[in-house]
Nanobody
Framework: QVQLVESGGGLVQAGGSLRLSCAAS????????MGWFRQVPGKERELVAA????????VYADSVKGRFSISRDNDKNTGYLQMNSLKPEDTAVYYC???????????????WGQGTQVTVSS
């Protein structure tokens, strides 16, 4: 089992930045791939970014490429999502996820955090 707790969400103006953190506990963090999903009410959850165990490979949704950056610090059992040049359409609840494989993270994550709200005002 992996427990995930997000932090860092909030209200920011368009063009601003936020950094989300995901603190993991339980199973060894370095043994799982992790990622971030987001969801807007009435819409399906969308994969934003994902990163492999050691951090060597990352993937991003087209909508955030060049603006968001995913990273992890396995020594601190923490993952991050740096969000720059935020747009109102980035407004959503952001969820940290983890799974035994990168494919699992992208398709059916095993573990989910409780979510953190990000609101971008225009």
């Amino acid at each position: 089992q992996v427990q995930l707790v997000e932090s860092g969400g909030g209200l920011v103006q368009a063009g601003g930045s936020l950094r989300l953190s995901c603190a993991a506990s339980g199973r060894t963090f370095s043994s799982v791939a992790m990622g971030w999903f987001r969801q807007v009410p009435g819409k399906e959850r969308e994969l934003v970014a994902a990163i492999t165990y050691g951090g060597s490979t990352t993937v991003y949704a087209d909508s955030v490429k060049g603006r968001f950056s995913i990273s992890r610090d396995n020594d601190k059992n923490t993952g991050y999502l740096q969000m720059n040049s935020l747009k109102p359409e980035d407004t959503a609840v952001y969820y940290c996820v983890a799974s035994s494989s990168m494919v699992g993270v992208k398709t059916r994550p095993q573990y989910w955090g409780q979510g953190t709200q990000v609101t971008v005002s225009s």
